[in-house]
Each structure stands twice: as structure tokens, then as C-alpha cells.
């Protein structure tokens, strides 16, 4: 299921990407990451990716706007967001943009890797 897969983590704080990107490759599973929605959009290519984490507040635009120009492009991905500042308004255009998880930080080791998972499976 897995075979030759990533996951995309799209978030503008470096010291949270180096983080996730250790601890899915200690879990195996490999990553890939971006600084910013105009990085991901440049260079990822979905075709091998297994899922997207993306932060709701990045730099230059919308997490939720980047899934949104996602959704409407050729590759369907699950796709988890995160976010360090929630609202109900924040939540509730994640899950109307199909979001797998909706996690808040800080959020637990497994509580991410148990939303891969499932996000993937579901897939």
C-alpha cells in the first residue's frame, strides 16, 4: 500500500517539519517536505504521494486554500490538516474540504501516526 509512497507535509515552521520527518522515518515511512504552499505546489508531484499534512497558517497562503487548489487538480490525496491556532470556522472548512484528521498542536506522536493510517486506509 505503501510501496514507493510519501507523505507531503506542507508547514512553514522548519523545526516542526524536521521533527515530523524524523518521526515518520523512524515509523518507516517515508517524507517529503515543504516550507510553503508556492514550494509544494513547484515541486511535489502526488503521483507518489500517500498523504498531505498541511498547516493551516502558512506564510503565503491558506492550507485550506492549498487544498482546495488541490482537490481540483487531477490527483486525489488524503489529506490531514494541523494547526496551532483552532477555531470552529478553522474546523469546520477543513472537514467541508474532506480533511481525514483535523489535529491541533501540540498534538501526540500517535495521535499522528493513528491519522495516517487512517487516512491512508480510507483512501
Known amino acids: 500500500m505503501l510501496a514507493g509512497k510519501r507523505i507531503y507535509i506542507v ?9 515530523i520527518e524524523r518521526l ?4 518507516g515511512l ?4 515543504f516550507l510553503s504552499a508556492q514550494a509544494f505546489e513547484a515541486e511535489a508531484d502526488l503521483r507518489d504521494a500517500a498523504c498531505l499534512i498541511v498547516d493551516v497558517h502558512l ?20 489529506f ?12 469546520l472548512a477543513a472537514a467541508a474540504a474532506g480533511c481525514c484528521a483535523y489535529l491541533e498542536k501540540p ?7 493513528d491519522s495516517i493510517r487512517s487516512a491512508i486506509e480510507l483512501h
Do not use: C, Q, Y
Open 11 to 19: 508547514d512553514d515552521d522548519s523545526g516542526f517539519l524536521k521533527g
Open 59 to 78: 506564510g503565503d497562503v491558506s492550507g485550506i486554500d492549498l487544498i482546495r487548489r488541490m482537490l481540483a487538480g487531477p490527483a486525489a490525496v488524503p
Open 80 to 91: 490531514i490538516v494541523v494547526t496551532g491556532n483552532s477555531s470552529e470556522t478553522t474546523r
Open 30 to 33: 517515508r517524507a517529503r517536505t
Open 107 to 113: 498534538f501526540s506522536s500517535k495521535a499522528l501516526l
Open 24 to 27: 515518520l522515518r523512524a515509523h
